[in-house]
Each structure stands twice: as structure tokens, then as C-alpha cells.
T-cell receptor, first 114, second 115 residues
Framework: EAEVAQSPRYKITEKSQAVAFWCDPI?????LYWYRQILGQGPELLVQ????????DSQLPKDRFSAERLKGVDSTLKIQPAELGDSAMYLC????????????FGPGTRLTVL | GEDVEQSLFLSVREGDSSVINCTYT??????LYWYKQEPGAGLQLLTY?????DMKQDQRLTVLLNKKDKHLSLRIADTQTGDSAIYFC???????????????FGAGTRLAVHP
């Protein structure tokens, strides 16, 4: 069964360091999403790609976060420098349709910033 | 703005039915969703309902939609210990870019199933 892959599953870093997360969507899914889920809350969209283009990054803290999907397949989310408040689960999702009606999620990367 | 609200906790006895409730604000949402999240894991799409439907049944799961009150519920029949998880309600709403939609999630309802 096709799944969204993410790595690493867990990341511990110190504040002011740089971290990067990787996501490989389900094959054939043109739309890719990065969500942040703070403990005790629901996921919130950070950035949305259609193929290699960003179509929504209105909630991405652009002073420290960046995201790319250079070949329109896998994607990387980077934080530099990390802050204590960035501790959260970072979830990647993908959908076949641009309407995003069925989004499938990966297992997530749990980030802890010390 | 968009907002999705859920009760935070529900405890049921194994074999009983569970009902998880949700209210949403965007009356133009075309789809409403239920996701399940087990500890330390990602979100699993359980089921979704199109906005022109009142009810959808899928094995032990029944989704009821009241568009007038913007109320969505998920009923799990014969609840088992394996159903213990956090359940998220979500609505789909237009994103910042035209033609693209995004999901707005509630804070999740933690379901605890006890013997």
C-alpha cells in the first residue's frame, strides 16, 4: 500500500541550530503539504506545494522556515535557527487532486528543541 | 475566520457506542473529515462526508452531518480498546491561493476505551 514517507522520525536539537525534515509523497500525488502539530492541538498548515510551486505559505514563519520541492516529488522543510517554541510534530501529507479532498499523512517528525 | 471545535475527552466502556461531536464555522465547506491519530503516529483518514449528505455509514463508523447547525458527529459502534486514540474533525476551506483548498482541524478528542 502506498504511503507518505518522512524522515527522521525523531529529532532533538539545541536552539539556534539548523534542522531539516524530508518527505516523500505517494507516487503520482502532485499536491504536498507540510503541517505543524503542537502538543494537544490539531495540525496547522505551514506550506502547500502544487508540483514544484508554492501555492500557500501564508502561515510559514519565513524568517526562519523554508521549504522546497525542487523536482516536484520529494520535499524538504528547514528551520534555521531553531527556537524552543518550534518543538512540535511536523507532518507531511499529499493528495492526488488539487482540491485536496483526500489528504494522506505520513508518520511525522517529532522535533524537540532544547 | 475558520474554526473547528471539539470536546477534548471521551471515556467509554468496551462494547458500547462512542459519539464524538464537532462544530465548524465555514458553511461553504464541501467536505468534512474524521481523522484518527494513535500515540506518536501520523493521521489516518477514517472517513469523510460530502456536504450534501446527511449521513454516511462505513462498517462500525457512522457520520452524521447537520448543515443547519454546522454540527458533525462520528459514532463508533461496538467500541474496542484498539479504538483508543485522538480523533480529529476537519473541514476543507479555500486557501490563500485561488483553486487550492486547505484543511482546518479541531484540537482533537481523546477517546479512552476501558474494559
Amino acid at each position: 500500500e502506498a504511503e507518505v514517507a518522512q524522515s527522521p522520525r525523531y529529532k532533538i536539537t539545541e536552539k539556534s541550530q539548523a534542522v531539516a525534515f524530508w518527505c516523500d509523497p505517494i507516487s503520482g500525488h502532485a499536491t504536498l503539504y507540510w503541517y505543524r502539530q503542537i502538543l494537544g492541538q490539531g495540525p496547522e498548515l505551514l506550506v502547500q506545494f502544487q508540483d514544484e510551486s508554492v501555492v500557500d505559505d501564508s502561515q510559514l514563519p519565513k524568517d526562519r522556515f523554508s521549504a522546497e520541492r525542487l523536482k516536484g516529488v520529494d520535499s524538504t522543510l528547514k528551520i534555521q535557527p531553531a527556537e524552543l517554541g518550534d518543538s512540535a510534530m511536523y507532518l507531511c501529507a499529499s493528495s492526488f487532486s488539487t482540491s485536496g479532498n483526500e489528504q494522506f499523512f505520513g508518520p511525522g517528525t517529532r522535533l524537540t528543541v532544547l | 475566520g475558520e474554526d473547528v471545535e471539539q470536546s477534548l475527552f471521551l471515556s467509554v466502556r468496551e462494547g458500547d457506542s462512542s459519539v464524538i461531536n464537532c462544530t465548524y464555522t465555514d458553511s461553504s465547506s464541501t467536505y468534512l473529515y474524521w481523522y484518527k491519530q494513535e500515540p506518536g503516529a501520523g493521521l489516518q483518514l477514517l472517513t469523510y462526508i460530502f456536504s450534501n449528505m446527511d449521513m454516511k455509514q462505513d462498517q462500525r463508523l457512522t457520520v452524521l452531518l447537520n448543515k443547519k447547525d454546522k454540527h458533525l458527529s462520528l459514532r463508533i459502534a461496538d467500541t474496542q480498546t484498539g479504538d483508543s486514540a485522538i480523533y480529529f474533525c476537519a473541514e476543507i476551506t479555500p486557501g490563500e491561493a485561488g483553486g487550492y483548498n486547505k484543511l482546518i482541524f479541531g484540537a482533537g478528542t481523546r477517546l479512552a476505551v476501558h474494559p
